[in-house]
C-alpha cells in the first residue's frame, strides 16, 4: 500500500478476482484508478473505490450486467428505474428458485421409485433398452410420463 493506496494487485487478491477483471471495469468506465504511475503503469485505488468494487461485485452477483451497473454507478437511473430493475432481478431469482424446488421435487419423486422398485434391483444386469423403459417409467417429468403412458398404450 501507497499513500493509503491499493496496487491493482492488492485490490484483485482482497476481493478474490483477477487483475484483468479490473482493467475490463476500468475500460468499461465502471471503477476507473485514483492515480496511475505515468513511468511504470501501475494502477492505485483508493478507499472509496473498494466500497464501489464491493457493490460492482455484489450487483454482478445478483445478475446485473456490467452495462447496467455502469448505469447505477453513473448515476443514470432514477429511484424509480432502479427499484424496477432490482423488481426484475427479484423475479428473476424468483423464477429460478420455483424452478429449482420443483427440480428437487421431481427427484424426490424418483428417488422414492427406484425405492420402491423390485425391477430397479436388477438394473446392472438388464440390457440398454430395458434399463432405457425403467427409467422412462421412474422418471416425473410431465411430458416424459405423458410420453410413458402413450408408449405403454401403443405396446399392449
Given at each position: 500500500?501507497?499513500?493509503?493506496?491499493?496496487l491493482?494487485?492488492?485490490?484483485?487478491?482482497?476481493?478474490?478476482?483477477?487483475?484483468k477483471?479490473?482493467?475490463?471495469?476500468?475500460?468499461?468506465?465502471?471503477?476507473?484508478?485514483?492515480?496511475?504511475?505515468?513511468?511504470?503503469?501501475?494502477?492505485?485505488?483508493a478507499?472509496?473505490?473498494?466500497?464501489?468494487?464491493?457493490?460492482?461485485?455484489?450487483?454482478?452477483?445478483?445478475?446485473?450486467?456490467l452495462?447496467?451497473?455502469?448505469?447505477?454507478?453513473?448515476?443514470?437511473?432514477?429511484?424509480?428505474?432502479?427499484l424496477?430493475?432490482?423488481?426484475?432481478?427479484?423475479?428473476?431469482?424468483?423464477t429460478?428458485?420455483?424452478?429449482?424446488?420443483?427440480?428437487?421435487?421431481?427427484?424426490?419423486?424418483?428417488?422414492?421409485?427406484?425405492?420402491?422398485?423390485?425391477?430397479?434391483?436388477?438394473?446392472?444386469?438388464?440390457?440398454?433398452?430395458?434399463?432405457?423403459?425403467?427409467?422412462a417409467k421412474?422418471?416425473?417429468?410431465?411430458?416424459?410420463?405423458?410420453?410413458?403412458?402413450l408408449?405403454?398404450?401403443?405396446?399392449?
Open positions: 500500500m501507497k499513500d493509503g493506496l491499493m491493482i494487485g492488492e485490490l484483485a487478491a482482497f476481493f478474490g478476482v483477477s487483475r477483471a479490473l482493467r475490463l471495469y476500468e475500460k468499461k468506465g465502471i471503477i476507473k484508478p485514483a492515480k496511475t504511475d505515468d513511468r511504470n503503469g501501475y494502477r492505485y485505488y478507499p472509496e473505490q473498494v466500497r464501489q468494487l464491493n457493490a460492482l461485485l455484489e450487483l454482478k452477483a445478483l445478475g446485473f450486467s452495462d447496467e451497473i455502469k448505469g447505477i454507478v453513473d448515476g443514470e437511473a432514477s429511484k424509480g428505474l432502479l424496477r430493475a432490482l423488481e426484475r432481478k427479484r423475479q428473476a431469482w424468483q429460478a428458485a420455483d424452478e429449482a424446488r420443483h427440480k428437487a421435487e421431481c427427484l424426490e419423486g424418483i428417488m422414492g421409485s427406484l425405492e420402491g422398485s423390485k425391477e430397479a434391483e436388477g438394473i446392472q444386469r438388464m440390457t440398454e433398452e430395458e434399463r432405457a423403459w425403467l427409467l421412474l422418471v416425473c417429468v410431465e411430458e416424459v410420463r405423458a410420453q410413458r403412458n408408449s405403454e398404450a401403443l405396446w399392449l
